[in-house]
């Protein structure tokens, strides 16, 4: 079964800092790009980043950039995303997805996605 596997996830206070990681099983897990998204209450879902299959390209939500980098280990078939600095309105469920060959906004090329894990941050 294909899964993905995101952790990390916990309360914070407001100026901290969280890495979150998403662990991929059962597909190949080369050429796939991956991102990361999250939906805090009432609000759609929405892009933080997304990295290449070889990590040398990265994409970031505009408002996020320089707060957040995204990583991968490819030999662990895993990817990091570690946040910085931050806020209140970080405050979501943080999504892993994979897409092929694609590392846009688009949450609709993204094959296979993560449960997500919870990220709380108090002022």
């Known amino acids: 079964d294909v899964q993905l596997q995101a952790s990390g996830g916990g309360s914070v206070q407001a100026g901290g800092s969280l890495r979150l990681s998403c662990a991929a099983s059962?597909?190949?897990?080369?050429?796939?790009?991956i991102g990361w998204f999250r939906q805090a209450p009432g609000k759609e879902r929405e892009f933080v980043a997304a990295?290449?299959?070889?990590?040398?390209?990265?994409n970031y939500a505009d408002s996020l950039k320089g707060r957040f980098t995204i990583s991968r280990d490819n030999a662990k078939r895993t990817q990091y995303l570690q946040m910085n600095s931050l806020k209140p309105e970080d405050t979501a469920v943080y999504y892993c997805?994979?897409?092929?060959?694609?590392?846009?906004?688009?949450?609709?090329?993204?094959?296979?996605w993560g449960r997500g894990t919870q990220v709380t941050v108090s002022s």
């Open positions: 059962g597909f190949r897990f080369d050429g796939y790009a």
């Open positions: 997805a994979v897409a092929q060959n694609y590392i846009g906004e688009d949450s609709g090329e993204y094959v296979y």
């Open positions: 990295i290449s299959w070889t990590g040398a390209t990265t």
